[in-house]
């Protein structure tokens, strides 16, 4: 199976704060990359789908990057509503697999 | 609007069974692939099975391979996970998703506990 690790697990932001995670394959994935967002109590939701493609409706602050086996979600200033937990996952693979999800809190 | 929605949770000892509804509307069901990911309590989201449009083909993830069943019923627009030999470790919300390669549409999630 395909191992998704994202790092850091959990890091502490301000409002305005540019941030970035960071999510590694154990193989090359090509593009074949998803990222998500949950809120406590909630469905996931999809925000950036094929590494870098930008799901309807999210704003421009989200962004994605990378292929192979390196991608990353960058937050280019942080608002109160993404205080939330991130997750990568892989579809390279019919048998899918998420990271381990890195949480966002306030600093 | 597309709309997911669980049924079938519920509290079942080590050992036992349960099947997980989940109904689709506002979109064609049959030809999108649905998917099942659960997530344990204060745990990370965890994939476990994918079924075509078609039904025809079926993935699990090894944890639940042998002991759930992924199917659907396109004329009546649900999806279903049959649950058996449940463990202590399969307690989890249970989400119904659209997608064949991400989600596009996930369920409010159904809560599955396995205790004695």
């Known amino acids: 199976d395909i191992q998704m690790t994202q790092s850091p697990s959990s890091l502490s932001a301000s409002v305005g704060d540019r941030v970035t995670i960071s999510c590694r394959a154990s193989?090359?994935?090509?593009?074949?990359l998803n990222w998500y967002q949950q809120k406590p109590g909630k469905a996931p939701k999809l925000l950036i789908y094929?590494?870098?493609r930008l799901q309807s409706g999210v704003p421009s602050r989200f962004s994605g990057s990378g292929s192979g086996t390196d991608f990353s979600l960058t937050i280019s200033s942080l608002q109160p509503e993404d205080f939330a937990t991130y997750y990568c996952?892989?579809?390279?693979?019919?048998?899918?697999?998420f990271g381990q999800g890195t949480k966002v809190e306030i600093k | 609007e597309v709309q997911l929605l669980e049924s079938g949770g519920n509290l079942v000892q080590p050992g036992g069974s349960l099947r997980l509804s989940c109904a689709v509307s506002?979109?064609?069901?049959?030809?999108?692939?649905m998917t099942w990911v659960r997530q344990a309590p204060g745990k990370g989201l965890e994939w476990i099975s994918t079924?075509?449009?078609?039904?025809?083909?079926?993935y699990y993830a090894d944890s639940v391979k042998g002991r759930f069943t992924i199917s659907r019923d396109n004329s009546k627009n649900t999806l279903y996970l049959q649950m058996k030999s449940l463990r202590v470790e399969d307690t989890a919300v249970y989400y119904c998703?659209?997608?064949?390669?991400?989600?596009?549409?996930w369920g409010q999630g159904t809560l599955v506990t396995v205790s004695s």
């Open positions: 998703a659209e997608g064949s390669s991400w989600v596009d549409y």
């Open positions: 506002g979109l064609t069901f049959s030809i999108y692939a």
């Open positions: 079924i075509s449009g078609s039904g025809g083909n079926t």
């Open positions: 193989q090359s994935i090509s593009s074949n």
């Open positions: 094929s590494a870098s």
């Open positions: 996952q892989q579809s390279y693979s019919t048998l899918w697999t």
